[in-house]
């Protein structure tokens, strides 16, 4: 499958990148994909695909932190009205858990051997990319398993989102249940916990 090159889906580009996950810069301020949605990154001959895992709006200079403004606003959009200037001194990052990759043998749903290049373009994928991302849940494992990530919100986030783009959303939402029985025996309240949050 040809993966778009229109630049109306682009959130932002890697600015931090390893196997097991990278980081994006977003263009515009607050653009950040929902927790759990499915991204891609790199060309057609290699893409890696990542699902975000944590958000963040923080100050350019690490030195200068945001303080509050313009106590008197309406409205948040005042604040930024009346200055102008916050949308160029802050940023929007979001950080992503690697799933998974294309290259000219097929998609694969575990880590790519190499990472993207910084200043890779992120894409959100489309529907009919995640539809069929997960046709396999195979990549659940990372998710379940990821280090310093809130892993059960992140897993169920993903499915959540994931289940929308299918033709049969419940259908998928009892597979999902099903295989995160499989990859979490013996943890009955962790697997419950997650179930709970599929179904909001």
């Given at each position: 499958m040809t993966t778009s090159k229109n630049i109306t889906d682009r959130l932002g580009q890697v600015v931090v990148a390893s196997?097991?996950?990278?980081?994006?810069?977003?263009h515009e301020l607050y653009q950040a994909p929902p927790l759990g949605?499915?991204?891609?990154?790199?060309?057609d001959d290699g893409v890696v695909y990542g699902v975000v895992a944590g958000i963040t709006t923080e100050s350019l200079d690490p030195s200068r932190r945001p303080m509050a403004r313009d106590a008197k606003a309406e409205?948040?959009?005042?604040?930024y009205a009346n200055h102008p200037q916050l949308?160029?001194?802050?940023?929007?990052?979001?950080?992503?858990?690697?799933?998974?990759?294309?290259?000219?043998?097929?998609?694969?749903?575990?880590?790519?051997?190499?990472?993207?290049?910084?200043y890779s373009f992120v894409h959100l994928c489309s529907d009919g990319e995640t539809r069929e991302f997960t046709e396999s849940l195979e990549s659940l494992s990372v998710l379940l398993n990821a280090p310093n990530a809130p892993q059960d919100d992140v897993a169920a986030a993903f499915l959540r989102l994931a289940s929308t783009t299918h033709s049969d959303p419940r259908a998928f939402l009892v597979r999902?249940?099903?295989?995160?029985?499989?990859?979490?025996?013996?943890q009955s309240q962790r697997l419950n916990g997650i179930l709970r949050r599929l179904s909001r």
């Open positions: 196997t097991t996950g990278f980081t994006a810069h977003c949605s499915l991204v891609r990154c790199g060309r409205s948040e959009d005042e604040v949308t160029r001194l802050l940023a929007t990052r979001f950080e992503t858990l690697s799933v998974g990759y294309r290259d000219d043998v097929g998609l694969h749903r575990y880590l790519a051997p190499l990472p993207p290049s910084i999902a249940g099903k295989e995160l029985a499989v990859q979490l025996i013996g």
